[in-house]
DNA sequence: GAATAAGTGGACACCTTGTCCACTTGGCGT
DNA sequence: ACGCCAAGTGGACAAGGTGTCCACTTATTC
């Protein structure tokens, strides 16, 4: 991604959609695309840069384009001009983070990557979710708002992952079954097991494991 | 609940915290609270209604306390005295229809009532809350912003019915599993796999059914 | 080193939010 | 009955966010 709004200017969002594994390290330089002037790519940077702080430091909903565009030390246009609001910033932020686990999911050695049963993938790919959850939970919490995070594009890639696990170990309808698998990685109900709860990572992690093993059972198709 | 914001006045919200089975039915006339007046009654009435409709008909996120309280007739003011923005509106009515399902989950007859096994009353359960979601979907979203639906009384009241389920079947360690167990009933979830991936609520159901039952599998504590 | 189109910044008009305060009105005591 | 007075009301207010627009600047191309 990171290339997706690059000139998302007006209304519309412009996230990935569809074509997923393709594009893991993708051609940088379309012979189509007319190429980003190198002022703009500077403050596309600034603006990345400013923004994670900002959800770092403040609550993650109270973010808001016109402080990311002043923290950023550019016009309100400019910053519009590649993002359509700031959760899109979050999205693009996070994606940098989530690009490394999608290779490994794809490429890495097992249990993460194939090569293991599904029940064994399926609570690594859980660990592994937590993890950056716990890391970049501002972020996670700011890419929230609007349409929610089912329209990301990396929601899509862990929707065909799980749904593949979920073939693979036979089950019966994985359609409904994959978001319902995914849907204990919000990262609202984790911010809430963590802070209001005060469950340590270890611990949701334990539960997700076996939360995992109990789901795809050996031999027996749900 | 409905007895709540009352006096929610100001700025924080007043929702119910802790005491879930106390009130079910319960006093409408406390010895100390000076009672509401006829007006007030009114025009809570008229803002209630005004609510839901607005809801059903837009985007339930667009919904804002101007456009309730013009909606209903009343001043800006008068709103606010009894709630402190649009998703506690939508708590309050989604509330009303909530009392029901919480009075048989604990009085009522089983499945959904005491006396099934743990995996029969979790998927009744579920499929109780499917048809919740199913009716009163503007109301469930329009509650879900903010501080999010985990601070509400409802849903305390679900984590209590899920963790006794689990705790009632053996389970380890129930209290992350409680909000995992609850994560595929939120709404946010539930639209997305209705209107995105034009799921029936059925087949949701029957996903949901069979997850219960492999999560809490007679004989075999997680 | 000019041409040209992408990129930029700030101003604009509009909307929402909470809060405040002068006023109205319902309910209680006599 | 009736008048008191606090609960209840409505609209005004300032602060701040949103998207868009347009005249200007600047990197790249020829």
Redesign the interface.
Known sequence: MSDDEQRGGGAGSAHRAGGLLGDLQAADERPVAPRRRADAERNRAQILAAAERLFAEQDP?SVTMDRIAKAAGVGRATLYRSFADPSSVAVALLDEHERRLQGQLVHGPPPLGPGAPPDERLAAFYLAMLDLLERHLPLALGAET?P?R?RTGAYGFWRVHVRTLLVDHGV??P???T??AL??L?P??FQ??RR??G?SVE??G???T??AR??L?SGNA?
Do not use: K, Y
Request: proline fraction near 6%.
């Open positions: 909903r609007g929610a089912f019966e309808d359609d409904p079954l978001d319902i849907s204990p919000s609202e109900l809430f097991q209001e709860l469950l611990r949701v334990r539960s997700l076996s939360f109990q789901l059972r749900v």
